[in-house]
């Protein structure tokens, strides 16, 4: 299994507070994503990055900023949380952008209350 | 607007059948297609994957099949067994803008019965 842990695995939070969501990876690849699973929905791209400080917005980007200081982590953001981000939210590895599946992490279940 | 779709949120079938699981998709510029398996509280795991200039990638028990004239593929899983439970998502990225911007469909619920 790739080396991706997700923290935290859970977490329960109040509409308008911040939330911070970590993705670690111990491959070394050079592309991260975030992912928001909803129901009938799928997996849905919220923003990728393609290197340390290089990101870009994904479908559903919207209320998410997201941050690559070092190459093995990736944070996601929600600066104030809306009733509607309640998902479970996956990171996911590449060792490149295309031609090449990417490795999911195990999930993070955020409700918003 | 959902440019993979997944008609069959759920398929049940018998130990030791085929399964097959199905997936349409619209946007023409698609040329690498996926399939994840995920268990309850797990993160998504590759199955197996397909590159548009071809038509058939076979990998043990599962089999992709697409078919780019119907923007249609398939995943064929012989013989089913108990493990094989659980949620299968196709996916699909295109070249160029969209590289590393898999698309989902919205998933099929497998239960293989005893």
């Known amino acids: 299994d790739a080396g991706i842990t997700q923290s935290p695995r859970h977490k329960v939070t109040e509409t308008g507070t911040p939330v911070t969501l970590r993705c670690h990876q111990t491959?070394?690849?050079?592309?991260m994503y975030w992912y928001r699973q909803d129901p009938g929905h799928g997996l849905r791209l919220i923003h990728y990055?393609?290197?340390?400080?290089?990101?870009d917005k994904g479908e559903v980007s919207d209320g998410y900023s997201v941050s690559r200081s070092k190459t093995e982590d990736f944070l996601l953001t929600l600066e104030s949380a809306t009733s509607s981000q309640t998902s479970v939210y996956f990171c996911?590895?590449?060792?490149?952008?295309?031609?090449?599946?990417?490795?999911f992490g195990d999930g993070t279940r955020l409700s918003i209350l | 607007d959902q440019q993979v779709k997944q008609n069959s949120p759920s398929l049940s079938v018998q130990e030791g059948r085929i399964s097959i699981l199905n997936c349409d998709y619209t946007?023409?510029?698609?040329?690498?297609f996926l399939w994840y398996k995920k268990y309850p509280a797990e993160g998504p795991t590759f199955l197996i994957s397909?590159?548009?200039?071809?038509d058939k990638n076979e990998d043990g028990r599962f089999t992709v099949f697409l078919n780019k004239s119907a923007k249609h593929l398939s995943l064929h899983i012989v013989p089913s067994q108990p493990g094989d439970s659980a949620v299968y998502f196709c996916?699909?990225?295109?070249?160029?803008?969209?590289?590393?911007?898999?698309?989902f469909g919205a998933g099929t619920q497998v239960v293989v019965t005893p």
């Open positions: 491959e070394n690849h050079r592309y």
């Open positions: 990055s393609y290197g340390v400080k290089d990101t």
């Open positions: 996916a699909a990225s295109a070249s160029g803008d969209s590289w590393g911007k898999l698309q």
């Open positions: 397909i590159s548009s200039i071809k």
């Open positions: 996911a590895i590449s060792e490149s952008l295309h031609n090449q599946p990417q490795h």
């Open positions: 946007n023409s510029m698609f040329d690498y």
